[in-house]
């Protein structure tokens, strides 16, 4: 079983700042299937990001995905106030389960 | 307009059986896999399992593999999630996801919420 450790717990940036989580996993990720969920309160989780850098259907440029084997980073260049969420990673190149990570909590200060 | 609709919230009590529903419309659903989320209260995403309407492959995570039942109905497009017997612990909120070409979840439902109290 992959096991995906994600920091920070929580991140607090100003505005127009640039935010970096980060997601570790216990083995290499297969063809780097891993993907980045965007969590607003209330709502249901959207893909930002899949295959470690291919951004998602209408997401903004300004979301970003890096890396590769077992280290993988999603940036946002400029923190916008609407980018306040939890942002989730997930693995889903290795045997099931397609572990999530357990979550960074993204602030606006 | 693709999209997953789920059926409504629940309250049940310990003991009780449930199955929940996640309607597909607006791609083929017996060509990609879809599956379940759990969400505690306050917590993050727990990955429960995955089918294959094509032909009912399933596959589970250990965490709840014997706890519930994960199938599809590809006749009315249409996913499920069963419970045998409910326990207080199954409160939560549960989603259901599809990938649609890509592999990842890229279209989820709204969400179902289940509520198990005596």
């Known amino acids: 079983e992959t096991v995906l450790t994600q920091s920070p717990g929580t991140l607090s940036l100003s505005p127009g700042e640039r935010a970096t989580l980060s997601c570790r996993a216990s083995q290499s990720i297969s063809d780097n299937y891993l993907a980045w969920y965007q969590q607003k309160p209330g709502q249901a989780p959207r893909l930002l990001i899949y295959r470690a850098s291919r951004r998602a259907t209408g997401i903004p440029d300004r979301f970003s995905g890096s890396g590769s084997g077992t280290d993988f980073t999603l940036s946002i260049s400029r923190l916008e106030p609407e980018d306040v969420a939890v942002y989730y990673c997930?693995?889903?190149?290795?045997?099931?389960?397609?572990?999530f990570g357990q979550g960074t909590k993204v602030d606006i200060k | 307009e693709v999209q997953l609709v789920q059926s409504g919230a629940q309250v049940k009590k310990p003991g009780e059986s449930l199955k929940i529903s996640c309607k597909a419309s607006g791609h083929i659903f017996t060509n990609y896999w879809i599956g379940w989320v759990r969400q505690m209260p306050g917590k993050g995403l727990e990955w429960m399992g995955i089918v294959y309407p094509g032909d009912s492959e399933t596959r589970y995570s250990p965490s709840f593999q014997g706890q519930v039942t994960i199938s599809a109905d590809r006749s009315i497009s249409t996913a499920y999630l069963q419970w045998r017997s409910l326990k207080a612990s199954d409160t939560a909120m549960y989603y259901c996801?599809?990938?649609?070409?890509?592999?990842?979840?890229?279209?989820w439902g709204q969400g179902s919420m289940v509520i198990v109290s005596s």
């Open positions: 996801a599809s990938e649609t070409g890509i592999k990842a979840f890229d279209l």
């Open positions: 997930q693995q889903y190149g290795n045997s099931p389960p397609n572990n």
